[in-house]
């Protein structure tokens, strides 16, 4: 069996840690018959495992409080509800009397449960349905005696490296971030929420690292390499000296790197960047507003829908806009309006789509929704009372979706008014070029829109029809393809033309080497994950813009493919350090 796991680099850093493998999946129930006589016995069991899944419920709801806050932590007593529910529990109990073992019974009864929620006509039973699967996976675990499935026993300190198939929103709320010390994922991509999830919480991961809960067996001491994207099983003594060393030098860099932070970013030519934060979750605001960016570019405001029993009301949504807003004392904040759907789904309550990326979601989803839209805005409009608030609309394709959202972000304000409540009726309002549809059409937008912000991690993924989760498809996955670079040439063309700020906001404003390409193409302002920011500004400071531009040009002229595009601009990237 081999040794180094190799999977995708999502979130960056070096950690030693024993593995903590959670397999968040229905496990296999063998049938089992009871004696007759041992009825009362297997009840007793039953309902053991039952009381043991809920006292770690209210462990893992008394944590989520702590640190995500009581909305959030309401999902757990949905799930403790449904343990507590006689129905079930003596539903259980009827076909052990029948003999058949605890495990299955109850398996059988959840089952029966989950296709009824599934089917039901009222709309809060079906968002139900995970939380049932839960509630499943928690109780059989308990009864089939499985090893180490609960990130709630994970104790402080351990510095642990999750291994799990995906992790899920609800996992994600669970875990300690004094526990574990890394992430590994079998599902995911860089640009799949899982990599931002990771970097947002600041732990290195690796995903898409395919077969590792089936080489793994938990509890041993592996060494997680996210820069490189490997996973060292049972590694000799000098291999954990030495990733020890690394784990040391990097913090040195990062160190070193913390001095060029709070520099402007400027090129040796004298041209001035805009580089922010990207914030995913807003318990990161302060902490990013002390990575040298100023302030932020985008904020995803679907880590307060996903992983949640209901949507957030105006007033949580408020405080969370606000709570960003302050921490960056006046600096623009650019909030993203709900870009729900494709792989970011409340719990439950979402139709099911045969192409969800391809389907209802983002603004589309809001227009259509324009109740729980209004919530949003409402709440945005408050916020920006309190700082330089701007708002964002995701996936945009054609301007009457910008002009749809400007009627409902007017009604928004009136209603406001209505109620008394002060707002700032001139946010500005931009769009996120996503689609090559908004970027070759985007001068139909300049009219309508205050900024522009690519959003390269949709463009990569509908320019080149590559789903961006896709593990399988991740080596197709080619931000440096012609056709995504004139896209992002077109656009800085736009912008500067009509004199619109355009933004880069996906992962290529995180990679010196896109990074490279994209000022050569024209780009200004960049928005990246916090901890990203020193590297990003170092670069900028390195370089001219003229070299970045020659050396895009000379790419773009001679290469038909990313791989070209690649060698070209790295060996011009060495040049321009003065590293060749
Ligand atoms: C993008 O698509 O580049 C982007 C920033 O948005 P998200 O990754 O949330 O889809
Ligand atoms: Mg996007």
Not at 126 to 136: C, K, M, N, P, S
Not at 465 to 470: E, S, T
Request: glycine residues 8%; charged residues 25%.
């Amino acid at each position: 069996m081999e040794s180094v796991l190799r999977g995708i680099p999502a979130s960056a850093g070096l950690v030693v840690g024993p593995v903590h493998l959670l397999r968040w999946e229905v496990p296999e129930v063998p049938q089992r018959i009871i004696a007759p006589g041992e009825s009362d016995a297997e009840i007793a069991r039953l309902h053991a495992a039952i009381a043991r899944a809920q006292e770690r419920l209210v462990t893992l709801r008394t944590r989520a409080e702590a640190t995500a806050g009581a909305e959030e932590a309401a999902i757990f007593d949905v799930q403790l509800t449904m343990l507590g529910d006689a129905e079930l529990v003596q539903a259980v109990e009827k076909l052990v009397r029948q003999t058949i073992a605890a495990e299955k019974a109850f398996d059988i009864v959840m089952l029966e449960w989950q296709q009824r929620f599934a089917r039901s006509a009222v709309p809060m039973l079906r968002e139900r349905v995970g939380d049932l699967t839960d509630v499943h996976i928690r109780v059989l675990s308990l009864l089939l005696d499985l090893p180490d499935h609960d990130p709630v026993d994970v104790p402080k300190g351990a510095n642990a490296i999750l291994v799990t198939h995906d992790l899920t929103p609800s996992l994600t709320l669970q875990l300690d971030r004094d526990a574990i010390g890394g992430i590994v994922t079998e599902a995911g991509t860089a640009t799949s929420h899982v990599a931002i999830l990771a970097r947002s919480l600041g732990l290195p991961a690796v995903v898409g690292l395919r077969r590792a809960s089936q080489v793994l067996k938990g509890g041993e001491l592996v060494i997680l390499d996210a820069n490189e994207g490997t996973l060292t099983v049972r590694p000799t003594e000098a291999e954990i000296r030495d990733a020890r060393l690394r784990a040391e030098a990097d913090q040195a860099r990062d160190e070193e790197l913390r001095e060029v932070a709070h520099a402007p970013a400027i090129t040796l030519d004298g041209q001035s960047f805009v580089v922010r934060a990207n914030v995913d979750i807003p318990e990161d605001a302060e902490s990013a507003a002390l990575s040298g960016a100023e302030g932020v570019g985008l904020m995803r405001t679907e880590f307060l829908v996903v992983g949640r029993a209901h949507m957030p009301e105006e007033e949580e949504q408020y405080r969370a806009y606000r709570r960003v807003v302050e921490a960056f004392r006046g600096r623009p904040v650019i909030i993203r309006t709900y870009d729900i759907g494709g792989d970011k789904l409340p719990v439950g309550g979402y139709p099911h789509e045969a192409n969800p990326f391809l389907g209802w979601r983002a603004i589309r989803m809001c227009l259509d929704e324009a109740p729980i839209f209004k919530v949003q805005l409402r709440a945005m409009l408050r916020a920006a009372v309190h700082g330089d608030l701007r708002i964002m609309l995701p996936l945009v394709v054609t301007v009457d979706e910008v002009r749809e959202a400007r009627t409902l972000l007017e009604e928004a304000g009136r209603e406001l008014a209505e109620r008394g409540v002060s707002y700032r009726a001139d946010v500005p309002l931009g769009v996120m070029v996503e689609t090559p549809a908004a970027a070759v059409a985007c001068d139909t937008f300049v009219r309508d829109v205050d900024f522009l912000s690519i959003g390269s991690n949709d463009l990569v993924q509908y320019t080149l029809a590559v789903d961006r989760g896709n593990v399988n498809l991740a080596p197709r996955y080619t931000p440096l393809h012609p056709a995504v670079l004139r896209l992002i040439r077109e656009v800085a063309a736009t912008g500067a033309a009509h004199d619109l700020p355009v933004g880069v906001c996906g992962e290529m404003g995180s990679q010196p080497l896109t990074v490279f390409a994209l000022i050569g193409l024209g780009v200004r302002q960049l928005s990246v994950a916090p901890r990203a920011v020193p590297a990003v500004k170092r670069l900028i400071r390195s370089i001219t813009v003229a070299a970045a531009r020659d050396a895009v040009e000379a790419a773009l002229r001679s290469s038909g493919t990313a791989r070209e595009v690649e060698l070209v601009l790295r060996r011009r990237l060495r040049v321009a350090l003065g590293e060749a």
